[in-house]
């Protein structure tokens, strides 16, 4: 009854995952996503200040953001599903490899939801769910912080680990 792994731990997939190239290029893909968020937030309270006054709640996506942040959230999906792949039949989804999967889990949510919402027809953020959601977008900044911390924080172990060895 041993379910075999899907992917061998000397395979390439898994070096590449493992690689420091590849967690470069996700953090960099985690900072353009809350680089963009940032400027749309700012973007969206400028016009809300405008719009209360007109007595209108509704904003059009922004077309040059649109594609963007698709093409990071569909990153962000592939990355989970090779770590999924990566660490069948052990997948946790609760903890993962970081110790706190359930919280990125929750942000990728929310981030595929923002996409598709700038996808529907009519105003952006017309609906209360649509506006709860744009809201909670603030997350993904907490989202980088939290990868910035996990891998500075590997980054920082092993200098100390190599200080520890020197003082001895």
């Known amino acids: ?13 898994v070096r590449m995952v493992q690689s420091e190239m590849y967690r470069a290029f996700i953090f960099c893909v985690l900072l353009l996503d809350t680089i963009l968020i940032i400027y749309e937030q700012l973007r ?10 007109a007595g209108t709640m509704s904003f059009e996506a ?25 660490e069948f039949p052990k997948c946790d989804l609760v903890f993962g490899p970081e110790g706190f ?13 923002d996409v598709i919402s700038m996808h529907v027809q009519g105003s ?15 997350l993904r900044v907490v989202r980088l912080l939290a990868m910035f911390f996990v891998l500075a924080g590997a980054r920082m172990q092993r200098k100390v680990g190599e200080l520890h060895i020197m003082v001895r």
Do not use: G, Y
Request: net charge negative; hydrophobic share 55%.
């Open 1 to 13: 009854s041993h379910v075999p792994r899907l992917v061998s731990e000397a395979s390439c997939l």
């Open 44 to 53: 969206v309270s400028d016009k809300i200040l405008v719009s209360r006054e």
């Open 62 to 86: 922004d077309m040059a953001l649109m594609v963007p942040l698709d093409i990071i959230c569909c990153l962000l999906w592939v990355d989970l599903f090779i770590w999924l792949i990566i």
């Open 101 to 113: 999967r359930w919280f990125t889990n929750l942000v990728l949510i929310q981030n595929t939801v």
């Open 124 to 138: 952006r953020l017309s609906s209360n769910f649509a506006l709860v959601v744009f809201q909670l977008s603030c």
